[in-house]
């Protein structure tokens, strides 16, 4: 029997004071606001009153750091899967916008000739396949109960807008997936469903900065 439920969570805030693109780098972990907002992600997950069977993170350090309450409160080991990491991205540790912003500069500017590939990263269309492979795996790995794993903004999404039938291109300004937000997915015959998105850190998320998301 496959995993009944897959839940993808994002990670919570970064300590990021210089506004970087941090995207795969170092030293880019939680801030203190960003450990809150993880641990109502996990209380959320408790709350729901469903068995949680395996925990998989990417092995960033932010999201490694936003499944450990989930890991505490469930008693699991989180498994580092590399399929579940930020996508790349070629301006990584630079700031985009304002004065001295990489989108200024016009040496960059033959890497946004595609905003629909995107020529400046990693393509959609690979994302959403790592993704997808990842969760399907996962789900074989289990008999029964839920199944967490814990990730990043424009992988989530990916899997968002492919279990949608919607292009993968689009907006990144008009992404649904706040901080520390849970996004469910359940198979339904041979198809994979989306049947629920929660924001448990909204009441605290109003003072989070969410820069440096790929």
């Known amino acids: 029997m496959p995993a009944a439920q897959i839940h993808l969570v994002r990670h919570g805030e970064v300590e990021n004071p210089h506004g970087v693109l941090y995207g795969r780098l170092e030293g880019f972990g939680l801030s203190e606001l960003g450990h809150r907002m993880a641990a109502a992600a996990a209380a959320d997950l408790v709350g729901r009153e469903r068995p949680i069977a395996a925990l998989y993170s990417s092995p960033l350090q932010r ?79 289990v008999d029964a109960g839920d ?36 996004t469910t997915f359940e198979r339904r015959g041979d198809l994979l469903v989306e049947v629920g998105y929660r924001d448990p850190a909204a009441s605290i998320g109003d003072e989070a900065r969410d820069l440096g998301a790929v």
């Open 63 to 141: 999201t490694r750091e936003s499944a450990a309450p989930i890991a505490d409160a469930f008693g699991l080991d989180p498994v580092i899967d590399e399929r579940l990491v930020e996508p790349e991205n070629r301006f990584e540790g630079t700031r985009m916008a304002g004065r001295g912003g990489a989108l200024r500069d016009p040496r960059n500017w033959r890497h946004l000739v595609n905003p629909w590939r995107p020529s400046w990263g990693e393509p959609f269309r690979l994302i959403a396949e790592r993704m997808l492979q990842a969760m399907a795996d996962a789900e074989r790995g």
């Open 147 to 182: 199944i967490v794993m814990v990730s990043h903004q424009l992988p989530i999404w990916m899997v968002h807008r492919r279990v949608a039938g919607e292009p993968l291109s689009h907006d990144p300004r008009r992404r649904r997936c706040a901080l520390s937000s849970i």
